[in-house]
């Protein structure tokens, strides 16, 4: 947990990724979980996290609609999910 919160320090400071901070995730790697070390980039790891999994969900029921029908779909969504 603590190199999550070195990235979301290294985000909140502005420090440059490559010279300052070098790390696998990059300098948007604290948006792959939503810790709240610092409130705004909490909000934007969230929005980001919630933003995959409706594209997800999306995509689940539009594949599974013309197979099953949308009812189906959307429950299978809701499990698989």
């Known amino acids: 947990m603590s190199w999550w919160a070195g990235l979301y320090i290294a ?4 420090l440059s990724f490559g010279s300052d901070v070098v790390f ?8 792959r979980q939503p810790w709240l070390f ?3 980039l909490a ?13 997800f969900v999306s995509a689940l029921i ?3 609609r013309a197979r099953v029908g949308t009812p189906v779909a959307c429950l299978l969504a ?3 999910a």
Request: net charge negative.
């Open 38 to 40: 610092y409130g705004d």
């Open 43 to 55: 909000v934007i790891a969230y929005l980001y996290s919630a933003a995959l999994y409706t594209a």
């Open 78 to 80: 809701f499990l698989v």
């Open 11 to 14: 985000a909140d400071e502005g």
């Open 62 to 64: 539009w594949t599974l």
């Open 24 to 31: 696998t995730y990059g300098p948007l790697g604290f948006m």
